[in-house]
């Protein structure tokens, strides 16, 4: 059982199915850091979700791993790179062999839904054109789009938006597929639908995926492994059965949807009340 | 004390914001020119529809505005002229003007509100709905894919956008010139002809790049540099056009400048 | 990748061995069609017993073929499917569509 020694320091067992390990890392905007040492092993053919409030740093977790943002310390290991230390070529090289499905779908709008999942591959392959038609069509046809080809994505709703962008990541049959927010935005009955979608694609092509969300209920249908990030530090990763039987405060709170306790200590406040203003990190 | 501070932080970060600006010029020239030598293909069709958008749709609105120039210019030059009975030189006047400075300043003026700040709007709008990150993600780098179509565009068709301006100018000045100045269309055109230098329209075009430069390194930093949030698309279209132009006038001063001291020396 | 081509008869039998994948499959595209549309070979078999790994741009390969031997009235026909490569077919929704056979001599009878 790999159970045994989830919660052991990663860096003790170096198991040559791990995708991503992280190691000690940090991010910072400015001089505010968001990400305060962060260790973390994603396994090959695993669904790692993570999980955790507005502002807890799940979001800059995931930029940092697609190389959007570049760490302050500590290291990303990908495909035997550092990311932290990494050239912008070798960057390139890398997020080849990475999909990555944005929260608002980041389709071109100025590009039909094919064009869009066809661009990596005209970017970036000597492959003809007519080879290049056939595998845009099978990927929409892998994400419940068949036949919408040529329509334009101002023209498709919210759910199928993100399907078409879930195809765009698809397109070069990436190793690790990212996804932001998978269901934000999404009524109920489409948020299942894509559910159903990263749940067929992680049996059919055995990919690692890796998934930020805050809908809990999404989490637990897809996730392999859990982790919890609050304020920039994991406090709480396992199984979906493991996190459900999670004792710490912030993680039952965060899982049985309580309320963020008003302030804490008098001092905090009364601090947070007289503190003098702070410039805008970034504008 | 606190003035001067201000002023040397001011300095700074326009030498600042010029350096981003030669870098992403350079970047895109890059792209353009040496790119395709190295194995990343040139997407000629994304550049040939920005030169589209950029040049000839422009060609209505600049035609009527540098023929009013044009005929602005013979008027005002008329005013004085008449003064020294030298009224047949409003056509010498109207054709230098226009082809050494007004010619270029004018197709500028005009393609920023056109061009510049559509490529902030564009640009930031990606950016705003993540699509710069996703081009990323793909290893697609933003500059060779959105900025180099435009900035080959941009220097490719703004010198072709002044010369027509400036055959529209002198085409206006001529309609002051037959109308009042006993001209006929081919005597006011004689006299163009034989008041130009080739270094007149030449300087013209020179400066003509140098503003198509800027433009689009201004209107494409202005994008790339968008915040968060669909009101930041707004500053930055702004932006781009107010330092577009104050930045289009400094070359104009810097670059007529080098012409006025090469040409005594 | 490799490519072996072995005639047998009036049939040829397209030997792959390795991964078919982004890098590779633009060879397999031109051998699949110079075989199909320019000489017309009256049956093709594709053997894909040696294939570890087949992407995506390695299938719209095969689905190229497919579609040039039917413009031709050529047979067409894929042996040696990999439990992979037949997980791949399946999801694409293409395993009914290809003729497909359990080895050579089925797909030559």
Redesign the interface.
Known sequence: MPDANKMAAPAQNPDSDVMISLRDLRVSYGTREILHGINLDVRRAETLVILGGSGSGKSTLLRTLVGLERPSSGEIWLRGKNLATISDKDLDEIRRKLGMSFQSGALFGSMTVGENVGLPLREHTKLEDSTIEIMTRLKLEQVGLGGFEDYYPSELSGGMKKRAAVARALSMDPEILFFDEPSAGLDPIIAAGIDQLILELKQAFHMTIIVVTHELASAFLIADQMVYIDKGVIIAQGTPAEMKANPLPRVRQFFDRVAEPEVEQEMDYLQMLTAEHRRPVRR | MELTAQIGRGVLDGLAYVGALTRLSLQAAYYAFIGPFRGRPLRVERAFSQAMEVGVRALPVLSVITFFIGLILALQGAYELRKFGAIHFVADAVAISMTRELGPLITAIVVIGRSGSAFAAEIGT?KV???I??L?????SPVQ?LVTPKFLAMILMLPCLTIWANFMGILGGSLFGVAQADFSFLGYINATVDALFLRDIITGLIKSVMFGMTITAVGCSEGL?T?VGAESVGKSTTAAVVISIFLVVVVDLVFTSLFFFAGKG | MKIVERNIGESIVIDITGDIDLSSSPDLRKVLLRELKEKRTPRVIVNLAGVRYIDSSGVASLVEGLKASRDTGLRFALVGLSKGAREVLQLSRLIKIFEIHDNEEQALA
Do not use: R
């Open positions: 990606m709905n993540e699509e990150d996703a990323e993600t793909m290893a697609i894919f540099n915040g």
